[in-house]
């Protein structure tokens, strides 16, 4: 893997871009728009609610926002896709509203759990329902009023937290979130940047409902959960050395850095300038001997969409690496710890499953790691990355199944991929 490139923008920053600056007063310039289905679904969304937004073209987008309460009903259901942060953030955000909306989703999202926002979110006084698993469709009616509560997350959730925070928006009073871990805060840091007050005491973050927001540009960083699957790639793929330009690296987000760094990947990071509220650097690569290790718990949740990529490191690292505290892979766009641990089985490498991670056997002695061989990505973009970095190291062609919804997060992935030097071809049935 060798060159310059730049991942599209970021997925988590994209979607708050589109909901922040719709609700401010005024129009927002944004730079960077990840153009993928799930930043798109949001963008859907609001356009469905009255709000005009102008392109994506080439990462812009403009878009000129209502004020706090300027959204209008929808015409039918807003189809969140396969994007559990569109879901869950505005749900917390519609919950505010004073008309009625219904959310639903694809096959993967209709079976992800929806109570961990709906819960708290009706303690607020929100009237949602929910199937009887606690899953999508989600039935928002107006509320009376919401009021601010001050909330323990039983998990370290982002999504929770924002979702919290933006009904708080609209919540008489305080709504305090406490984290029990610290996770990805690009909304209080969008926030603050359209002029909202956001408080934080140790774990604990407040905001005060019925203020404004003012339109601010904003610039998206590159996604570092899509440079990941090059940072692993450069570093198991000798002879190496790849740069990755302006990869968002808020403290929040680096697991991926810290956890690749402990296993002995060569990785050097170049500080440029701020994006906004959001820290920015260059990241340069170059393989390295890998080395397993049991990935400390404090960096599972800064780390939680890298997981799969790092599974593919672990394979080619020397030694066992062993994860745990990270029950929550289970719920994601699959179930990341089986459908990883399936597909390495495929291609000969051992692990065992554990009820809240995995212990990986690396193969880092090895010329190749991974046989060749078939594996269902089952419509998981991250698991259809990750393997087809495994074409690095593999003995024989990879085929990787199901990889449509590479889209939701990193349209051109193969294109950009075969260009830093990896085999990789598409097809569509
Ligand atoms: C996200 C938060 C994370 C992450 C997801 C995006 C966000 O989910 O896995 O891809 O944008 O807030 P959780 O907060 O549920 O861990």
């Known amino acids: 893997m060798r060159g310059r490139l730049r991942v599209p923008g970021d997925k988590s920053i994209s979607h708050r871009s589109i909901m922040l600056a719709a609700l401010a007063d005024g129009e927002t310039q944004i730079n960077g728009f990840l153009e993928g289905a799930d930043s798109l679904a949001t963008l859907a969304a609001f356009r469905a609610m009255g709000v ?52 639903i989703g694809d096959q993967s999202l209709s079976r992800r759990p929806m109570r961990r926002v709906t819960t708290p979110l009706c303690k607020m006084g929100a009237r949602i329902e929910t199937t009887a698993q606690g899953t999508a469709p989600l039935h928002i009616a107006p509320a009376k ?83 990941a699957f090059f940072l692993v790639g450069a570093a198991i793929a000798p002879g190496s050395n790849l740069t990755l330009e302006q990869v968002g690296i808020n403290p929040t987000r680096i697991g991926i850095i810290n956890i690749l760094r402990a296993m002995g990947a060569d ?12 820290p920015v650097a260059d990241i340069l690569i170059r393989s390295a001997k890998l080395n397993g290790i049991t990935i400390p718990l404090e960096q599972v949740p800064l780390a939680i969409d890298e997981f799969p990529a790092l599974f593919i490191a672990a394979a080619c690292a020397e030694g066992q690496t062993l994860l745990t505290g990270a029950e929550e892979l289970r ?38 790691v991974f046989n060749g061989g078939s594996v269902h990505s089952h419509d998981d973009h991250r698991i259809a990355m990750s393997f087809a970095m495994a074409g690095l190291r593999a003995a024989a062609p990879i085929k990787i199944l199901d990889c449509a919804n590479v889209n939701t997060s990193f349209p051109g992935f193969a294109t950009l991929a075969a260009r830093a030097g990896l085999a990789i071809s598409e097809q569509t049935r």
């Open 52 to 103: 005009t937004i102008d392109g994506p073209a080439h990462g812009q987008v403009r878009v000129v926002g209502v004020g706090m309460n300027g959204l209008s009903i929808p015409i039918g259901p807003l189809y969140m896709g396969n994007s559990g942060t569109s879901m869950r953030l505005l749900c917390g955000l519609l919950s505010g509203q004073r008309f009625a909306t219904t959310l």
């Open 145 to 227: 009023r919401l009021i601010g509560i001050d909330y323990p997350m039983p998990v370290a959730s982002a999504q929770v937290k924002s979702s919290l925070l933006l009904a708080g928006l609209y919540a008489d009073g305080e709504t305090c979130v406490h984290e029990p871990a610290p996770t990805r805060d690009h909304t209080e840091r969008m926030l603050a940047t359209l002029g909202y007050e956001v408080r934080r005491d140790g774990e604990r973050i407040c905001v005060t409902g019925g203020g404004k927001l003012h339109a601010a540009p904003i610039t998206v960083p590159a996604d570092i959960s899509s440079a």
């Open 267 to 278: 990785l050097r990071i170049q500080r440029k300038p701020d994006l906004g509220a959001e």
């Open 331 to 368: 719920v994601k766009e699959s179930d990341r710890i089986a459908v990883m641990a399936e597909g390495l089985a495929a291609l000969g490498v051992q692990s065992v499953i554990l009820p809240d991670g995995i212990r990986i056997e690396g193969r880092g002695n090895a010329a190749a």
